[in-house]
């Protein structure tokens, strides 16, 4: 078969050969010699027929996305599929970006510019801007972001909190909101989850028993009551939350198939972190055409915790009997020693399927692995690591080769003090992202309530910021009238509704500057609207935002320490709003440009920033999670405990972040570890122990090392051609 499949690619070569150098032949080009630099697997997955649904199974670095890339290219050049009847779903904001840079070289601009690429997020709100009449949303419906969230369930937890404490049952907002959301991802549809909550509280109410079994039912039927009461305030405030997204793109595909008849091919990366609701939705788009390929990685499932499931693997060779699958076994990224020293880790569970790979690149530095007496001294020794190989290598080795790999936000935060001490520029990868920054949060406040006015959260903040003598309890009392009057809360605000109301609203005590300032908002808001009738632009709206609020100087006031970054800050919010309108002037837009704005912001806490761009030299620090599909010349991983792998979580999965994180690197792999308290323990005198994780790699001597790589001379060298770089 390969042989047919390397003609194939040879009469491509060959018609570019005729054609000359005008553009698309010089496309083919491209997609020709690319593909000649695949080996046998990676070819016979990007060339495997269009109709037949594809599983690439493979291990880390062994080129799962560039051969979904090249099979994409391939579909549109030899199959001739129309652009835009692909949907390519990746996992990240970042990851769909470089899937479309790769396109681009691979099929020029215009081509890849209508493939459509994106988060499952952003495709489902694309979706439902378009469509929401017909799953009953209001036009202006609006994102709740996680945070936003998770305040919602603390408030509404409030009034259980004598029942739970007067049974002895210990739980916590963050408890109820994992188990909001883990419900909707695990079921597949809204009517599920109705069904699963009238379940929980019919059980509870049924229950007679005593002890822990009724505790369990009390605690069950909190958390139903809860889940049901933020639904039908989301549903008030017109706002859908992540999993709602997916739950009600799912219910437009299902409501009517020919909503996904224009997608001839569905491709997915990352399928292994995919949930249940997530896989439906995915079934239902390719219900008419059956054309899907996936990639995934079982290893690298790290996202059971948000009810991601393996198992979809296996319900999709049911759901799509026709399934064939490929394996990807050479791994490009690592050095041998680096994968050896990440298959002793992966390896203790028994338990997996096995997807072991090759390593193409050859043995390299051994990873050092080194304990320390103090989490100090192990940043001490990072930081000092990191300025030597700079040194040593004679500036082969830039900061931005360099990735410190932590487990929690607390050690990131720590990680981030010690090199910010020592005046070693850095970056924080995504996780806090640049939408979740206070001053950018106030600016997108203003223009939230101007597109949906019955968003309280967005009134709150805006109406607070910069301090008008508006406190939160005005705030609630505003929020309880509109609630009782069916108003929105801007109506209340603005003494714009019903009589009753305006009554109302005169009890509510508040002192003459505290009416001005309100009466100075509202003045605000009907300016914004009145702008987005006239069809401003996002950006004139925030420049608006910006001299009215004399927002500079509110930084100034309220930030003495940092506000001319917080000020770069909302410049470059500014920014990202003229790049998308260049954006969305060349795309079909659905909903209105400000909408398509919000939705984008509060779904790319991702997306790349100014601050990402290649030529920003700074070591990187991220999340084992964040890190996920990306990969550095050199990553450092500090606190590798017992309390942080696996800590109180699931072992299996832990092992995997680990094992994850390990394999992001290319060259040089350092472990660490402190006897003394972790970065994010208060425990004085615990000591602590190596993780469990790396039991194998300590018994076995060739998988690691207490000494750090000399790298002059030939080790340089040796360097150089790990990273095919040109020695310096
Ligand atoms: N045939 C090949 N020849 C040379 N390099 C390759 C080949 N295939 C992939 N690579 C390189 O290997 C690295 C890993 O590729 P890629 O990111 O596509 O792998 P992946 O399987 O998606 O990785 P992971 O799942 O670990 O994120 C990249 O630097 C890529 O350019």
Redesign the pocket.
């Known amino acids: 078969m390969l042989i047919i499949l390397r003609s194939t690619m040879n009469r491509m070569s060959l018609r570019r050969g005729a054609s000359g150098s005008r553009p698309t032949a010089r496309r083919k080009s491209n997609l020709s010699t690319f593909l000649r630099?695949?080996?046998d697997s990676?070819i016979r997955a990007v060339l495997h027929p269009p109709d037949i649904p594809l599983q690439i199974l493979?291990?880390?670095?062994?080129?799962?996305?560039?051969?979904l890339t090249a099979r994409i290219a391939f579909l549109i050049s030899h199959h001739k599929i129309l652009p835009h009847r692909i949907c390519a779903l990746a996992f990240s904001n970042k990851a769909a970006d470089d899937m479309r840079i790769r396109l681009t070289e691979l099929l020029g601009e215009r081509s890849a510019r209508l493939i459509k690429i994106g988060t499952i997020h952003s495709f489902c709100a694309a979706y439902l801007r378009k469509y929401a009449a017909y799953v009953r949303l209001n036009a202006s419906w609006a994102i709740c972001d996680e945070e936003e969230s998770r305040r919602r369930i603390k408030a509404l937890l409030q009034p259980h909190k004598e029942l739970l404490k007067s049974h002895n049952i210990k739980t916590n907002s963050i408890d109820i909101s994992q188990a909001v959301s883990s419900l909707k991802e695990r079921c597949t549809s809204l009517e599920e989850v109705a069904r699963c909550l009238d379940n929980a509280i019919r059980l509870a109410n049924l229950d007679e028993n005593t002890g822990t079994e009724s505790r369990r039912r009390i605690l069950g039927s909190v958390k139903a009551e809860v889940h049901r009461e933020y639904d039908t305030k989301l549903q008030s405030a017109n706002l859908l939350d992540f999993s709602d997204l997916i739950l009600y793109a799912a219910k437009l595909f299902a409501s009517n198939q020919s909503f996904g008849l224009w997608c001839q091919h569905l491709v997915v990366?990352?399928f292994q972190d995919t949930d249940n609701a997530q896989y439906e939705l995915m079934r239902q788009l390719v219900t008419m055409n059956r054309c899907i390929t996936v990639?995934g990685?079982p290893d690298?499932a790290i996202y059971g915790w948000r009810s991601a499931n393996v198992k979809n693997f296996r319900k999709m060779e049911k759901d799509f009997p026709l399934t064939q699958r490929v394996h990807?076994d050479?791994?490009?990224?690592s050095t041998g020693s680096i994968l050896a020293t990440s298959r002793a880790i992966i390896s203790q569970d028994k338990t997996r399927i096995s997807t072991d790979v090759i390593a193409?690149k050859p043995w390299g530095f051994t990873p050092v692995l080194l304990s320390f007496a103090h989490p100090k001294d192990e940043l001490q020794f990072l930081v000092s690591e990191i300025q030597r190989l700079r040194e040593a290598s004679n500036g082969m080795l830039r900061f931005r080769d360099f990735a410190v790999l932590v487990r929690t936000k607390m050690q990131r935060d720590f990680v981030e003090h010690m090199l910010q001490k020592e005046l070693i520029p850095n970056r924080v990868n995504k996780g806090f992202g640049f939408f979740g920054r206070q001053e950018v949060k106030i600016l997108l406040a203003y223009l939230e309530l101007v597109e949906n006015e019955s968003d309280e959260d967005a009134f709150s903040t805006a109406v607070q910021h910069p301090a008008r003598g508006i406190g939160s309890a005005t705030i609630s009392k505003i929020c309880s009238v509109a609630q009782r009057c069916r108003r929105s809360v801007l109506q209340i605000a603005e003494h714009n509704s019903s009589a009753q109301a305006a009554e109302e609203l005169e009890t509510i005590t508040m002192h003459q500057p505290a009416r001005r300032g309100l009466a100075e908002f509202t003045s605000i808001i009907q300016n914004l609207r009145k702008m987005k009738r006239e069809g401003c632009s996002v950006f004139r709206m925030l420049s608006y935002l910006k001299v009215e609020l004399h927002f500079e100087e509110y930084l100034q006031r309220n930030y003495e320490d940092d506000w001319q970054r917080r000020v770069r800050h909302v410049e470059g919010l500014m920014v990202y709003a003229q790049d998308l309108e260049a954006k969305i002037a060349n795309e079909q837009l659905t909903g209105s440009p400000l909408q398509y704005f919000l939705h984008t912001c509060k779904l790319g806490n991702d997306a790349k920033t100014s601050e990402d761009q290649d030529d920003f030299d700074s070591v990187i620090i991220s999340t084992c999670h964040a890190a996920?599909?990306?990969?550095w010349p050199v990553v450092m991983i500090p606190f590798v405990t017992q309390s942080s792998y696996p800590g109180i979580f699931n072992k299996k999965e832990e092992r995997r972040v680990l094992y994850?994180a390990c394999?992001?690197a290319k060259a040089l792999l350092y472990l660490t570890f402190s006897s003394t308290p972790s970065a994010d323990s208060e425990d004085g005198d615990t000591v602590y122990k190596c993780s469990e994780f790396l039991s194998d790699v300590i018994s076995n001597e060739s998988l690691h090392t207490t000494q750090v790589p000399s790298i002059t001379g030939i080790d340089l060298s040796a360097l150089a051609n790990i990273l095919e770089r040109t020695p310096p």
Do not use: S
């Open positions: 630099d695949l080996n990676q493979a291990g880390p670095g062994t080129g799962k996305t560039t051969v990366d990352e990639a990685d690298q990807l050479k791994n490009y990224r193409v996920k599909g990306l990969e994850v394999t992001r």
